[in-house]
């Protein structure tokens, strides 16, 4: 059975195997760095390294950074709108990751990003909005973190740069 190796991945793991499994959840004591107002990202990945599942919020809206856990933990095992809801059956083969965002910041220039670094949040005027975590396999170049994020949001084919709100963030990975 998968080990969780940090504070934030053991809640995932724990939040996600008691979803699945339909179990009245014992909450995990919240540790001081629980009790922070933080956005994170909850991912799912089998064994072999394929995405299962991977919802987040970019800015907070609960209460803190363990429910905020909680609930995206929940989403991505059971409403990330690319995949079926995880079984019981999967568990052993599915290991988690959490990323905990920074609060994101307007790009004035471009060459400010940096795919490795920071994440991206893409608006248009429309109201259209992706976002990409940062160190990404993959995504080696802005311009590719910029395309992704395009297509992810539903953008057409010809959307200016100039024409969009850029937003950087930091996330720290947890496993």
């Known amino acids: 059975m998968y080990e969780a190796k940090s504070i934030y991945v053991k809640l995932a793991w724990e939040t996600i195997k008691n979803y699945v499994a339909n179990i009245k959840e014992e909450k995990i004591d919240k540790s001081e760095e629980l009790k922070v ?42 409403r990330d709108p690319r995949f079926m809801a995880v079984t019981e059956d999967e568990l052993e083969n599915l290991t988690v990751s959490v990323d905990v965002l920074t609060e994101p910041e307007i790009v004035k220039n471009i060459e400010e990003l940096n795919p490795k670094i920071y994440g991206i949040i893409l608006v248009d005027q429309f109201g259209r909005q992706g976002v990409l975590l940062p160190d990404l396999d993959g995504v080696d170049t802005i311009d590719e973190q910029i395309s992704i994020v395009k297509q992810k949001a539903g953008m057409p084919f010809g959307t200016k740069i100039e024409d969009l709100t850029i937003y950087k963030f930091e996330a720290k990975r947890f496993f």
Do not use: M, Q, W
């Open 37 to 78: 107002k933080r956005s994170c990202f909850v991912t799912l990945h089998k064994k072999n390294g394929e995405l299962r599942g991977c919802i987040g919020t970019i800015l907070p809206v609960r209460e803190d950074l363990y429910e905020e856990i909680r609930g995206n933990a929940i989403s991505a095992c059971s």
